[in-house]
Nanobody, 121 residues
Framework: VQLQASGGGLVQAGGSLRLSCAAS????????MGWFRQAPGKEREFVAAVRWGTGTTYYADSVKGRFTISRDKAKNTVSLQMNSLKPEDTAAYYC???????????????WGLGTLVTVSS
């Protein structure tokens, strides 16, 4: 599976952005699609994930209640709706695919290129 993320940009604090990840190739029902982010000088961290088959979602505590992950099986896409953005959300955001649910970077074996999100105060 090849992944391509888009939708990043510059937004003021309190604003919203919607990221999209287009996947080429077949995604198995057991797969998990995730979003991670990496701020300058920091390690890549888990943001959210969704089980492709069931749609069950998982979130990092830092984004719970503000971000919503969803998948569209017909379009082979995964989206991340980000509301109430904060300056600390500024990072490169990456979509990734794993064979089972995890919050660990090393469990994801397919990665797209990052899309940059900048939140100004």
């Amino acid at each position: 599976v090849q992944l391509q993320a888009s939708g990043g940009g510059l937004v003021q604090a309190g604003g919203s952005l919607r990221l999209s990840c287009a996947a080429s190739g077949r995604i198995f029902s057991s797969a998990v699609m995730g979003w991670f982010r990496q701020a300058p000088g920091k390690e890549r961290e888990f943001v959210a994930a969704v089980r492709w088959g069931t749609g069950t979602t998982y979130y990092a505590d830092s984004v719970k209640g503000r971000f919503t992950i969803s998948r569209d099986k017909a379009k082979n896409t995964v989206s991340l709706q980000m509301n109430s953005l904060k300056p600390e959300d500024t990072a490169a955001y990456y979509c990734a695919a794993a064979r089972s649910y995890s919050r660990e970077v090393y469990e994801y074996d397919q990665w797209g290129l990052g899309t940059l999100v900048t939140v100004s105060s």
